[in-house]
């Protein structure tokens, strides 16, 4: 079993829908977790981080974690164009070694 | 600020030949890392240094594949004898320390081994 899963997608949507992104992490120990997006021919870069379960908003961004079932979640509300991205999950044991999803990719459409 | 910065942007070399990747991290940061993304696959560790501690190498997946890191700042990865295989994105990564804080990462590499 992989550590993370993601469904790799497309996920196509229409602007100003909500998007639902979801991982699954095998491994008990994470304590940190991580969504970072990717756009085309970029390296990723950090989107939101929390740590344990609960949520997290940051503007059209939320991000959820349930330790009980393993599960990740982000949204997006209000989507745009502009977040047209792969979105990749990482939990990490809190020593940095992050462990990568394949990455959902998302397109927007106006 | 700068961010990290990878060069060669875009790498095409023949099999059996050695490539180096270089990465340029950003300025304070002591934790770097390298990561390789292959077509359809998520980010797979390769190695992480951190201040003057031993590497951590254990991702690296064959001898032919060899980092290091000069003055604590910029990093080479040499690739020796590549193989088609070895084509993908090489991904370089920095962060403030080696604990939980943020990665930031370079645009990469594109390696494509003929």
């Known amino acids: 079993q992989k550590e993370v899963e993601q469904d790799p997608g497309p996920l196509s949507v229409p602007e100003g829908a909500i998007v639902s992104l979801n991982c699954t992490y095998s491994?008990?120990?994470?304590?940190?977790f991580m969504w970072y997006r990717q756009y085309s021919r970029k390296g990723p870069e950090l989107l939101m981080y929390t740590y344990s379960s609960g949520n997290k908003e940051d503007g059209r961004f939320t991000a959820q974690v349930d330790k009980s079932s393993k599960y990740i979640s982000l949204f997006i509300r209000d989507s745009q164009p502009s977040d047209s991205a792969t979105y990749l999950c990482a939990p990490s044991y809190g020593n940095n070694r992050l462990a990568f999803g394949k990455g959902n990719q998302v397109v927007v459409i106006p | 600020g700068a961010g990290v910065s990878q060069s060669p942007s875009n790498k095409v070399t023949e099999k059996g030949k050695d490539v180096e990747l270089r990465c340029d991290p950003i300025s304070g940061h002591t934790a770097l890392y390298w990561y390789r993304q292959s077509l359809g696959q998520g980010l797979e560790f390769l190695i992480y240094?951190?201040?003057?501690?031993?590497?951590?190498k254990s991702g690296l997946p064959s001898d032919r594949f060899s980092a290091e890191r000069t003055g604590g700042s910029v990093s080479t990865l040499t690739i020796q004898r590549t193989q088609q295989e070895d084509s993908a994105v090489y991904l370089c990564?920095?962060?403030?320390?080696?604990?939980?804080?943020?990665?930031?990462f370079g645009n990469g590499t594109r390696l494509t081994v003929t």
């Open positions: 240094f951190q201040g003057n501690s031993a590497p951590d």
């Open positions: 990564a920095s962060s403030f320390t080696g604990n939980n804080s943020p990665l930031h």
């Open positions: 491994n008990s120990a994470f304590q940190y």
